[in-house]
């Protein structure tokens, strides 16, 4: 039996992360997947093909209703070519994917391919797909299962027309009329891929509005956004039925005012979150204990119950994204080592791909609200930009919330070309804790979409922003 200082079961971004840190730190490490390729949900069917699709759906776009605008004329029709996107998207992921591989075999890390159950709190049995099954010992084990796509009750999720995104990712035609469940992150950006090659695109969303975790003023402009650009966008609607007749889809709901209404179309995607995975997990012969929502429990060290054995990511509580799943598989890796590693959930940044982009980190407004906290605002919209109107991205804003009293920044959230690059800048500076005025005064290259961060905070400094 092979012995390891530590084992983590699952190679999604937070599983091969924490097993190349913890190998960086002189640990004997393995890691567990249950499928052929590494990467988990993020880099085969997730985070990774889909920003494939956007961009190449993006590209398309561009050449049909932008280029002629830029002096660019291309004789003949313009076609999508479905299955060559497709593949494209497929050749990232097999590229992305072998270089998880690569940085295995690099940093030393054994792979077994199978699917990882606890025998008791320092042993691992790994079932592979033929039925044969082989034993580990670990003295310390990392759960990084992730999640898997949620579903309501009453949905048959038949993977042909009624789908997940994963499905979504590999159609074999562009729908004619995409009905999408939920107004989230997911459902919003594989929307937007199909609306751009043709599809229309009708959002059916339980909340009042889509994007309902982040800032209200993102989801009012992004709401905008997508109304320009002909989506159908039906919040507060409950869906209470789904089905198929044929190669149609009924979507049954009621509206605000309790009266049902009716959404045919040939493709519904079924974008309501997602959950936990620790089907097969076996926690309970580890004394790993989950909670009412099936998330593995853990301490401030993302501990769990059984002392040697820790969770991140998915998993556990708090947001699902693929960064906050590394930062965590960092963490565990280092306090393994007797390090004093640190992390801010409050400064990890939150992104939708969609064109124009969201990015938010810190406070919303209405969080600020809640808990009574006295703030100041300052807004700049793209469209007063140089650089914005160079590349005809003028939709969106940046918003700047700072403490009334003291000027430190409390969040930042903005909708706009390359939102998600320079969310990166508000991290920075709220990690050191900087002022609205340390903003204002730090030098910003023209033209850059960066100069909103500027403007806005001029304007939440003094309300003095200079281009507006």
């Known amino acids: 039996m092979n012995s390891y200082d530590v084992a983590v079961i699952g190679s999604g971004p937070g599983g091969y992360v924490a097993a190349i840190r913890c190998a960086q730190l002189g640990m004997k490490t393995a890691i567990i997947e249950k499928y052929s390729t590494l990467g988990g949900t993020c880099l085969n069917v997730g985070c990774i093909p889909s920003k494939a699709l956007l961009d190449s759906s993006h590209h398309y776009e561009d050449a049909v209703k932008h280029f002629e605008e830029h002096g660019i004329e291309i004789p003949g029709d313009i076609k999508v070519n479905l299955e060559k996107m497709i593949a494209r998207k497929q050749a990232v992921v097999d590229q992305t994917t072998g270089g998880i591989e690569f940085l295995m075999k690099k940093n030393k890390i054994d792979v077994y391919v199978g699917m990882g159950s606890f025998k008791d709190a320092s042993h691992i049995t790994i079932t592979k797909a033929d039925g044969t099954s082989e034993e580990i010992e670990a003295k310390n084990t990392i759960i990084a299962t992730g999640s898997k796509p949620s579903n309501l009750p009453f949905i048959n999720l038949d993977k042909d027309r009624v789908i997940t995104s994963t499905e979504a990712l590999k159609l074999k035609e562009i ?82 005012k309790g009266v049902e209404v009716e959404f045919r179309g040939d493709y519904c995607l079924v974008s309501v979150g997602r959950r936990p995975y620790t089907d097969g997990l076996n926690a309970e012969a580890a004394g790993v204990k989950l909670n009412d929502r099936g998330q593995v429990e853990v301490n401030d060290h993302l501990q769990t119950s059984a002392s040697n054995i820790y969770a991140i990511g998915d998993v556990i509580k708090g947001a699902m994204l693929a960064h906050k799943a590394e930062e965590e598989g960092v963490f565990v890796a280092e306090s393994l080592a007797g390090q004093k590693p640190h992390i801010d959930y409050n400064l990890i940044p939150g992104v939708v791909y969609t064109w124009p982009e969201v990015a938010t980190v810190g406070k919303t407004e209405e969080q600020l609200k809640e808990a009574g906290i006295d703030y100041k605002t300052g807004q700049f919209p793209m469209r007063a930009l140089g650089r914005s109107r160079a590349s005809m991205d003028l939709d969106g804003f940046v918003k700047i919330l700072a403490d009334a009293s003291t000027d430190e920044i409390l969040g930042v959230h903005m909708v706009g070309a390359r939102a998600a690059d320079m969310i990166a800048e508000a991290v920075v500076a709220m990690e050191y804790r900087a002022s609205a005025e340390d903003i204002s005064r730090m030098s910003h290259a023209h033209p850059t979409f960066t100069e909103a961060i500027k403007e806005a905070a001029l304007a939440a400094t003094d309300n003095r922003p200079l281009h507006i």
């Open 175 to 256: 729908p004619k009329h995409l009905i999408v469940i939920g107004g989230g992150v997911i459902g919003l950006e594989l929307g937007q891929v199909y609306k751009r090659l043709g599809a229309e695109v009708t959002v059916v969303e339980y909340l009042d509005r889509i994007i309902p975790t982040m800032d209200a003023g993102l989801s009012k402009e992004l709401n905008k956004v997508l109304k320009k650009q002909k989506f159908k966008i039906n919040a507060s609607h409950k869906v209470k039925s789904v089905e198929r007749v044929g190669d149609e889809v009924v979507v049954k709901a009621d509206n605000k």
